[in-house]
């Protein structure tokens, strides 16, 4: 397609094109890559978050502008409505959204290591969460047999992990 439009420009209109077909294409792929991604992490992301929340937020939707809703019983909620406290369900607004958030990074890193399950490492993440949410993600993890680091200054974790029967490791640094 370049060369047979190519013939009555100048060598460097040549190339100015050549860089403009060349970026579009790139341009074009990546908007199809990010669809397919995208997609794939949205419905991740919603069943992770489905499941630690016994389905009280069932669906987490993506646009191209990465803003974000997610489903409740309640109807549709922007995220940044859910920072505001609207939702009065059981979790808290803050917990929601670490909920969220912690749902996406499982589910990012499935899509990036599909073949091979890494560790996960979280550092102390969950002073936000509340009781009964922190035992539904350890539950999630333990259930998705992830192998887990967690580096805490609370024994809030430990103490969770030995009432459910869920089995660890500890480690403590002075």
Known sequence: EYEENSFLLTSEEREVQALNMAMETIE???GN????????LQIRTSQILSEITDGEYQDVQMDAASHMTVTTGN??????????GTLELRHSSASTLELIYFAMRMAAGELLCQEESLPVILDDIFGMYEEEDLE???????????????????KREMELLDRE???YGKQIIS
Do not use: D, F, N
């Open 136 to 154: 539904a993600v350890l539950g999630w993890m333990y259930k998705e047999k992830k192998q887990v680091i967690i580096s805490t200054c609370s």
């Open 33 to 40: 890559i990010h669809l397919q991604v995208g997609r794939k």
């Open 28 to 30: 074009r792929m990546s």
């Open 75 to 84: 109807g549709v909620e922007a995220l940044e409505c859910l920072s505001r």
């Open 165 to 167: 029967g869920i089995p």
